[in-house]
Structure formats: C-alpha cells, structure tokens
C-alpha cells in the first residue's frame, strides 16, 4: 500500500530551528513536494525535491533520500508566522500527489 | 490575478440534496484537481482532469461527479449529499502533468451537510 507519515504536532521557540520529517512508502517516485497550510487557508507550495540532497531556498531547506524513502523539512531562524501545518507530498508513478496528514508546527515566544 | 476561484466559501446542505461547487482558473493550466481534507487525514484525490475534455477518478470518488468542457472550469457535483462529505473541499491546477510541476490551490470550501 501507499503511506506517508509525519509527526502529528510538533513545539519549537522563535528564532530556534527546527526539522519536520517525512517517511515515505508508495508504488513509484516522481518527486516530494512540500507544502505550508496556516489554519483556514489552502496549502502552498514550499519545495520540491527528485534527487538525493539538500535545497535550500533562505530559511527553509528540504533534504531527500530516496533510498531510505526519508524527507525533512528544516526551518531557521523561526518567527511566529512560521506557526502553520507542514504537508508532505509524495508524486506517484501516474504523477499524482499522494498527502501526508500534516505536521502542526506551534511557535512559543 | 485571480490564480483558482472556488464558490461558495461555505455552505449548510440538507442530506439528499444536490450541489454544484465551482473551480475556475485563469492559468491556463492543463491539469485540475479535485481535494476532500479531514481532520486528521492527508488531503485525498477526488478526480482529476489531465486536460480539457478528459477526466479520471481518485481516491475518494463516490458520490461525486465532474466535467471539464474547457480549460478553465472544474466543476465538483454532489448528486445526493450525505453527512460523511461534510468536508472542506479544495480545487488545485497544475500548468503540466510532469515531474516539477506544483499544485496551486483554490481558498476551499467549506461544506456541512446535515
């Protein structure tokens, strides 16, 4: 079967930095996306990754490995905006997403 | 610039009742998107439409319907509502179906169906 997990809820203090992580099993690998949500809205697109490594684009980073079927998400230098759901998305083999549950990050002053 | 319009922005549905929820997009892009998202759960694939004139089943597809006769609209039909699709539904399109393509997405709406 297709699974992805990511932790549930995670606490972390402005300005610190902090890794969300993604574990991933499905029928084919075309790419990981992942997205912000803050409560009420719609997700937006933050990274994309198809080979092995790091990406960084300023305070956020996203880092695969496809052989452990492993992703995270890296945020620095954390503000209180930064407070939101982290989604993990895994591209199948018909290039169709296939979602994580979310990860809720809350920022502490 | 408009990117993806969904209406309503929420709405009260009596069970058995039909609804029509409206997707537009000024991208011009190929692919459309159909979500359901639950507390707890992953956003899950309704259907999809690969390009105008074409569409296909997800995840999640009974109890709805789509069409796309252009390119622009992605219409999401409820022929006879139940309380299990209370949900909030959002609309997504993508410029291609290849690899480094992301989704964009509608603002959502929110249904309740009673």
């Known amino acids: 079967g297709q699974n992805i997990d990511q932790p549930t809820e995670m606490t972390a203090t402005e300005g610190a930095i902090v890794q969300i992580n993604c574990t991933y099993q499905?029928?084919?690998?075309?790419?990981l996306f992942w997205y912000q949500q803050h409560a009420g809205e719609a997700p937006t697109f933050l990274s994309y990754n198809v080979l092995d490594g790091l990406e960084e684009k300023g305070r956020f980073s996203s880092f695969l490995s496809r052989s452990k079927g492993y992703s995270y998400l890296l945020l620095k230098e954390l503000q209180m905006k930064d407070s939101a759901s982290y989604l993990c998305a895994v591209q199948d083999s018909n290039y169709q997403l296939i979602w994580g549950a979310g990860t809720k990050l809350i920022i502490k002053p | 610039t408009a990117g993806i319009t969904q209406a309503p922005t929420s709405q009260i549905l009596a069970a058995g009742r039909s609804m029509t929820l409206r997707c537009t997009q000024d991208?011009?892009?190929?692919?459309m998107y159909w979500y359901r998202q639950d507390l707890g759960l992953g956003l899950r694939l309704i259907h999809y439409s690969n390009t105008a004139g074409t569409t296909g089943k997800g995840e999640v597809p009974d109890g709805y319907s789509v069409s796309r006769a252009n390119t622009d609209d992605f219409p999401l039909t409820l022929a006879s509502a139940v309380p299990s699709q209370t949900s909030v539904y959002f609309c997504?399109?993508?410029?291609?179906?290849?690899?480094?393509?992301?989704?964009?997405f509608g603002p959502g709406t929110r249904l309740t169906v009673l």
């Open positions: 997504a399109s993508k410029k291609g179906t290849g690899e480094h393509n992301e989704q964009f």
């Open positions: 991208m011009r892009h190929n692919a």
């Open positions: 499905t029928s084919g690998f075309n790419g």
